[in-house]
């Protein structure tokens, strides 16, 4: 098993014990197990590279208080720059959904296929419906893949919210701008939007997804991101932020073996907060995104 940071950084600073602070000198050896660390969690190399960078302005100079060793106070600061950087300006808290709008409040899903959206959508509809009793409809506006529509009708039941039918001859606006008037007939409080994904980012998906954006002007525009994409995250998510206003990331199959290193990338060139994370494939598999668990699960 792999020794945590503590562990690592107390192995190569055996010999500093007494430092008062934190040097370039009595850094350089930790700072390599930092970088180590991250690199194994999956955190792109370019955010890498930026994140010791600060790091190493941060701690310089930090002074070795009490029974701290060197090490252990590296940890502490890339603990707390972790936890700040992912956590923004929420106090270690994570953002909230921003849904105090004329109804309906409407979230717009976005993501790769696979991504995680669909069951995203059953799992926030009844996270809305349950803690903040909203009354929730959702819709597909993915006219490729019939079996997408009916997986989220499925979904819907289940969690007990409405569902807006639709069918592959029509086209995403027209889908979507009924949903919008039926929402608004039948006093939905929430309304929210799956869309199609593909297995790569292409440019005719992401005009589709630009104009149903700026003909719905949700409330949210949430991109779904899988951890297990690892390095990959980086391209995925500075295509999506091009593209879109986007409000929040969804970080989903946290339940699976993934170091979590995606959410530092994704956090990093988005600068859009972390608002949920999936952590299953059951519809009550949503929780709100903790910065200080994710750095502790990305520093090992
Ligand atoms: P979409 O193509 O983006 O709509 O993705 P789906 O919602 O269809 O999800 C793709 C696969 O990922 C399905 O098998 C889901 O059950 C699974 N999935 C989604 N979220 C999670 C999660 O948080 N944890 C796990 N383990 N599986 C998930």
Not at 195 to 222: K, S, V
Not at 232 to 241: E, G, P, Q, S, V
Request: with cysteine; net charge neutral; proline share 4%.
């Amino acid at each position: 098993m792999l020794d945590n940071l503590t562990q690592r950084m107390a192995r190569v600073v055996k010999t500093l014990r007494g430092e008062a602070r934190l040097t370039e000198a009595n850094m350089q050896d930790m700072l390599r197990e930092v970088r180590l660390a991250l690199l194994e969690a999956d955190v792109a190399l370019p955010v890498v590279r930026d994140f010791i960078a600060k790091i190493r302005d941060k701690a310089l100079g930090e002074e070795v208080v009490g029974s701290l060793t060197p090490g252990q106070a590296l940890v502490a600061v890339v603990q707390r720059e972790l936890t700040a950087l992912m956590g923004g300006d929420y106090d270690g808290q994570a953002a909230p959904l921003n849904l105090s709008v004329s109804p309906p409040a409407i979230i717009l899903m976005a993501g790769l296929q696979g991504a995680g959206k669909t069951t995203t959508v059953g799992k926030l509809a009844r996270l809305l419906r349950e803690t903040q009793k909203k009354k929730v409809l959702t819709v597909s506006c993915d006219v490729y893949r019939p079996a997408a529509i009916a997986q989220l009708k499925t979904v819907t039941e289940q969690v007990g919210a409405e569902f807006f039918p639709s069918t592959p001859d029509q086209t995403p606006l027209d889908i979507a701008r009924g949903a919008v008037d039926w929402a608004k007939r039948h006093f939905h409080d929430v309304l929210i939007v799956d869309t199609a994904g593909r297995l790569g980012i292409d440019e005719a998906m992401m005009q589709e997804i630009t104009a149903l954006n700026q003909a719905l002007r949700p409330a949210e525009t949430l991109f779904v991101v899988d951890a297990m994409l690892g390095q990959d995250a980086i391209n995925t998510a500075k295509a999506f932020n091009e593209a879109l206003p986007l409000t929040g990331v969804v970080l989903t199959k946290l339940d699976g073996d993934s170091r979590g290193g995606a959410a530092l990338s994704v956090r990093h060139v988005t600068g859009k907060p972390i608002k949920f994370v999936g952590v299953g494939e059951k519809l009550d598999g949503l929780e709100v995104f903790h910065p200080d668990r994710m750095a502790s699960r990305i520093l090992g």
